[in-house]
């Protein structure tokens, strides 16, 4: 009844290191569009 599966953690580095960088282009996208709707 167990279902144990072994995970590699250095197969999934490419893939969050990837989530990370979309992440943060987006967060500073967000963050320019929110400072120059301010101004306006």
Do not use: C, P, Q
């Not at 197969?11 to 320019?32: A, D």
């Amino acid at each position: 009844m167990e279902n144990y599966y072994y995970v590699n953690i250095f197969e999934t580095k490419g893939f969050e290191y990837l989530l990370v960088i979309i992440f943060l282009i987006s967060f500073i996208m967000f963050i320019r569009y929110m400072t120059k709707a301010k101004t306006t």
